[in-house]
Structures are given as structure tokens and as C-alpha cells.
């Protein structure tokens, strides 16, 4: 059985600014790079695929194709299950409070002191492994001081988050055969 994999893109959107329609990415990630069993995920940057996947070179087509260079961060279907047993936020309020950053590599020594003065009443913050875990408590995204440039400068690498209920979708779709 084929292992797959999910490939998370920052900030891309349907429309707009970064705009990356999924279907034309789909298509041109099959013809172009030859990668088996595309499907995305949300319009919001997730694809599912069959390893192996050279995510550098897909980074290149999507900034040549849309005119977009975003950050592609890559997950196996292990990697994903693992990401949510290790949660260190289990008890959290709600699923779509609760962020899985995932990074493109590890992060700085010191991100998680260089952020926590940053912390709003009720959020919580966790480095495991090449993930940063962000409660956002009650006060949800819209009230943070994590914005992207504050994590980007303290984590000295780029990431791209996504909330407990689409990880956890995440992982099933990468476990299912294509």
C-alpha cells in the first residue's frame, strides 16, 4: 500500500489575494509533477497525495503557474496521527480554538520564550517537535498578538497552521487507500 501524505500551503485562497484554485492545482500537480492521487482538502491549501513528493518543486510550480510563493510544509499519515496524540492541549475549550502550526523545520531555541510575553488571558502555547500547538482560548484568532509576522520572526521558519477538527481530518483522509 502507497503511503500518502498531506501538503499544507500558507495562506492561499480561493479568490483574491494568493488566490491557487484547487482544481487547476490539482490537475497541474498530476500532469506536471506526476504525483499519484491528488485530491485537496477545503479550499484553503491542503492537498492529499501518494508519496514520494518533492515539495520544493511544487512550491516552484505554484509560484510559476499563480504567481503565489507560499511555503509548502509536508506531512506523512504517521506524522499527522502522531501530531495528535502528542496534543498538549487536550483539555482545550474547543477543537477550531486549538491550532497545529506545522513548521518546515525546527524551530528556534528560544521561540516559545521569545512568544509567551505575546500570550493574551486564556492562550497557551507548546513546541512539539516541528509543531507549535496555539490555545487560543476564549478570545479565538481574532484577538492574538500571534500574528503571522510575530511567529515567523520568533520561530525563525516558516509554518502554516490549521485548527484540531481539520488535522484530525487530515489524518484520516491520508490513511484512506486513494
Same mark, same amino acid.
Given at each position: 500500500?502507497?503511503e500518502r501524505?498531506?501538503l ?14 484547487? +482544481?487547476e ?15 485537496t ?18 512550491? +516552484? ?27 498538549p ?6 477543537e ?10 525546527p ?19 507548546a ?25 515567523d520572526?520568533?520561530?525563525g ?10 488535522v ?11
Open positions: 500500500m502507497t501524505c498531506a499544507l500551503l500558507r495562506a492561499v485562497n480561493v479568490g483574491g489575494r494568493n488566490r491557487v484554485p484547487m +482544481a492545482l490539482r490537475a497541474l500537480l498530476a500532469d506536471r509533477l506526476g504525483l499519484q492521487n491528488v485530491k482538502y477545503i479550499a484553503s491549501g491542503n492537498v492529499i497525495c501518494d508519496l514520494p513528493v518533492d515539495r520544493h518543486a511544487v512550491r +516552484a510550480l505554484i509560484a510559476a503557474e499563480f504567481d503565489v510563493d507560499t511555503p509548502v510544509v509536508q506531512r506523512t499519515h504517521d506524522e499527522l496521527v502522531a501530531a495528535l496524540e502528542e496534543n492541549f487536550p483539555d482545550a475549550a474547543a477550531k480554538m486549538l491550532h497545529a502550526m506545522f513548521l518546515d523545520g524551530a528556534a531555541a528560544d521561540a516559545v520564550e521569545a512568544l509567551t510575553p505575546r500570550l493574551q488571558p486564556g492562550e497557551r502555547i513546541l512539539v517537535g516541528d509543531d507549535l500547538w496555539i490555545d487560543y482560548g476564549s478570545g479565538g484568532v481574532q484577538s492574538t498578538k500571534l500574528t503571522g509576522p510575530v511567529l520572526r520568533a520561530l521558519v516558516a509554518g502554516t497552521a490549521r485548527n484540531l477538527r481539520t484530525r481530518t487530515l489524518a484520516e483522509l491520508t490513511a484512506q487507500p486513494a
